[in-house]
């Protein structure tokens, strides 16, 4: 069974960094797929962030492309964000997630979610 | 980037009725690369269907996907207690993968 877990601090102070990392198990992340990150805002619907492949490709969506580094670690298994210059408007709740098929979806295993929250 | 539009809003239904939503893009989808997920209250979502009309791994027959181009709907055919949820759909044929903005299926 293949297994996402977001950690990463749930308060960021707006236009600081946010940083979260995915902790993937039960799936080596070499094998293949593109492994992304997807954002809800309170009351909201979805919003793709962006994914990257095992050989460090990425795609991002432009809405966010300045601010947005996603990166993958195969030695730990991880994958991460990075999300700079923050503001309330980031304030969301963050999902990990396997793309099972092209650079942005169909999405088959999410991570269960963290909410971050941009506060001073 | 391509817009979806999800209708209705919401959708007042009994367990045992048959539900149908619509998602319609703004442009055509790409080889009919348009998903829907479910998501209860505080979970994540759960892939439903892709590819338009394949039902992922362990979903029900009772959720069904059809159309293409700009226009798609997922049915169910006789709703249970535990698919009052919310649905959206998902275009992933064009980057970014854009998302409709939810029906919210309710008793």
């Known amino acids: 069974q293949v297994l996402l877990q977001e950690s990463g601090p749930g308060l960021v102070k707006p236009s600081e960094t946010l940083s979260l990392t995915c902790s993937v198990s039960?799936?080596?992340?070499?094998?293949?797929?593109?492994w992304g990150w997807v954002r809800q805002p309170p009351g909201k619907g979805l919003e793709w962030i962006g994914s990257?492949?095992?050989?460090?490709?990425?795609f991002h969506n432009p809405s966010l492309q300045s601010r947005v580094t996603i990166s993958v670690d195969t030695s730990r298994n991880v994958f991460s964000l990075k999300l700079n210059s923050v503001t309330a408007a980031d304030t969301a709740v963050y999902y990990c997630?396997?793309?099972?098929?092209?650079?942005?979806?169909?999405?088959?295993?999410w991570g269960q979610g963290t909410m971050v929250v941009v506060s001073s | 980037e391509i817009v979806l539009t999800q209708s209705p809003g919401t959708l007042a239904l009994s367990p045992g009725e048959r539900a149908t939503l619509s998602c319609r893009a703004s442009?055509?989808?790409?080889?009919?690369?348009l998903a829907w997920y479910q998501q209860n209250p505080g979970q994540a979502p759960r892939l439903l269907i892709y590819?338009?009309?394949t039902r992922a791994t362990g979903i029900p027959d009772r959720f069904s996907g059809s159309g293409s181009g700009t226009d798609f709907t997922l049915t169910i055919s006789r709703l249970q207690p535990e698919d009052f949820a919310v649905y959206y759909c998902?275009?992933?044929?064009?980057?970014?993968?854009?998302f409709g903005q939810g029906t919210k299926v309710e008793i």
């Open positions: 997630a396997r793309v099972a098929g092209s650079t942005t979806g169909p999405i088959d295993v």
């Open positions: 039960g799936y080596s992340i070499p094998s293949g797929f593109y």
């Open positions: 990257v492949y095992h050989l460090g490709n990425t």
């Open positions: 442009q055509s989808v790409n080889s009919d690369f």
């Open positions: 590819g338009a009309s």
């Open positions: 998902q275009q992933y044929g064009s980057s970014p993968g854009t």
